[in-house]
């Protein structure tokens, strides 16, 4: 039987130990090379978009002859003002890119020799940077939708007459939300997450190119997308795939952000769900090609990502 490729050698094309052998030159000039790659690595001023530079002899900055702004490598990406050298983050991407399940911010600390709050910080500002590429996308063809509920979990008492009925409402935390999956067939995933699958509706209509096939299970929340869609439905009960009909890549997905939440984090709260959500769906869509590969989509968009609103400075407005 054939090989796996992820199993074979041409999926290894990138090692983290090549990447902590690096003199910070030659980290600091695979930043610049992967930042401005269109420039054929040339600087490019970010304020202003001059090619006209003044580079610095004695500090890896730049300074535009334009506007006068000095700027770094990082300066407007979404490490901006790091404190890291820049081949820790090179080696904290590629630790990211190569764990299937996702990657715990204990784990990353650990590795990069930091403190959690660092490593919880980098970590996310990958999951922003990574996911942004969603924002605009738009789905056709032939596209799975299903949902799939997280957190609000209650604890069951210990005594048997002690305990409640946690399918009702009145027994449930309230804080229980739905991941929301639309899954092109041999194409992109879209993650969104709601309180109640019917309320995913409207993005699926704005989302999905009108004409398109869209496959469902027997919810009642996915009766309404007849209205716009040729909607076909499989009922789980009865089989997992009837003639085509099926949400089985849909379901791919949900088992990879499982996996993630039950073997890595372990716990995750639903103010992060959606990042946690869309990084999944990237780690789906890529998962057949190359980690080096991997590694320069990672940081590919992670220098083209502006500063993050809402990681930038993240504790010193003490979240938590």
Not at 162 to 174: H, I, S
């Amino acid at each position: 039987m054939a090989q796996h490729f992820l199993l074979s050698a041409k999926a290894r094309t990138l090692s983290l130990a090549s990447i902590l052998r690096m003199s910070d030159d030659q980290a600091h000039a695979a930043f610049v090379a992967i930042r401005w790659s269109a420039n054929d690595g040339e600087p490019v001023c970010p304020r202003c978009g001059c090619l006209a530079i003044y580079t610095y002899a004695a500090r890896r900055i730049w300074k535009c002859k334009a506007c006068n702004h000095q700027f770094s490598v990082t300066s407007g990406t979404i490490f901006a003002s790091r404190k890291l050298p820049i081949r820790d983050y090179l080696a904290a991407i590629a630790i990211f890119v190569n764990a299937a399940k996702g990657l715990s911010a204990l784990q990353l600390g650990r590795d990069l020799d930091v403190q959690h709050k660092t490593a919880f910080v980098l970590a996310h500002k990958l999951r922003e940077a990574i996911g942004s590429g969603q924002a605009d996308t738009t789905l056709s063809g032939h596209v799975e939708v299903d949902g799939a509920y997280f957190g609000g979990h209650v604890k069951q008492e210990n005594r048997k007459e002690d305990r409640k009925d946690r399918r009702l409402a009145v027994n449930q935390t309230g804080k229980r939300q739905v991941v929301v999956v639309m899954r092109e067939r041999e194409g992109r995933t879209l993650p969104f997450v709601f309180r109640s699958e019917d309320e995913a509706v409207p993005t699926i209509r704005e989302r999905v190119v009108s004409g398109t096939t869209v496959y469902a299970d027997e919810a009642p929340g996915w009766d309404a997308l007849h209205a716009r869609f040729d909607t076909k439905r499989i009922n789980h009960s009865i089989a997992f795939s009837d003639d085509g009909a099926c949400t089985n890549q849909a379901e791919s997905y949900f088992s990879r952000l499982r996996r993630a939440e039950w073997g890595q984090h372990h716990h995750i709260s639903g103010k992060y769900l959606g990042a946690y959500a869309r990084e999944m769906a990237w780690r789906e869509d890529t998962r057949r090609q190359a980690n080096g590969t991997l590694h320069g989509l990672a940081t590919a968009a992670a220098l083209s990502h502006p500063v993050s609103r809402m990681w930038a400075g993240y504790w010193q407005r003490n979240q938590a």
